[in-house]
């Protein structure tokens, strides 16, 4: 009897034994530093930006400015969203993304690839012909801001799952990585608004949008540099950034007249207006990724 129950004593201590060792691996492979969580809040976050730009460049396709440059935007763009959308659920060491293991965000990314499977084919489809047709204008307008939508949920998963676990010393740096990272999504997004009231298409409507897009992309900017307790970001210190963020601030001077004019009543956007807009947007968005990348950096 005593050895069958030493046996039994001892079979049950290497069970709790391989118990903590499995606990222990999967809290490893769980576990991940600020430095990754700065990463998949940067690249999650851009997956916002990108879904503005692709319908941005499908209106300029549709406008006829610079058509072959923004078909091959359009390219680039729809297949890097592609990568980071997979790479966000599989990881993706090229991209320094490690792989999402929290099911509550999984589900999340479920809901935003059945969205991406309805958005996808029509990018493709322009893509392919070489022309963006009133129908695609329509299709984009009526999906981009569902795929918008649920890719901002995920990355707000991602943005509370980092500030309780690998940046729970900084909560406020998860904050502002996410809305300096939705800065770049404005970019695109009141650009793309602009260029669907030069279209005509649903104008009351989408000037409303613009103006209301633009009126947050300056109040978070300004935000970003002194602080905005409603919107939970805390003042920069840190004078390189500042200095970038000034950089932003000089481009968007010469933007904001331009978004301006094309909300009023009646307004007729001229061809130079269009021009102006195409060749700043870019830069703009540029110079808010820099800043973006320099928060980033603060993880590490």
Known sequence: MKINTLLKYNQFRLLLLLIALTFSQSNIVLAQTAEEFGAVINLSGKQRMLTQKMSKEIMLIALDIDKQKNLQNLKATSSLFDKTLKGLRNGDADLSLPPTTSPKILRQLDRVDKLWAE?????????????????????????????????????????????????????????????SGKQRMLTQKMSKEFFMVALNHETPENKLNLLETFTLFERTLQGLKVGDSTLGLPPTEDTAILNQLDKVSSLWNDAKPVFVSATSQGAQISNDDKSKIASLNVPLLKEMNAAVQMYEGLTK
């Open 119 to 179: 958005f996808y084919p029509i990018v493709q489809n322009v893509a392919s012909s070489g022309q963006a047709s009133s129908q695609d204008v329509a299709s984009i307008s009526a999906t981009n801001l569902k795929l918008l939508k649920q890719m901002n949920k995920a990355v707000g998963a991602y943005e509370k799952e980092a500030a309780t676990s690998g940046l729970k010393a900084t909560p406020g740096l998860a904050t502002t990585l996410n809305l």
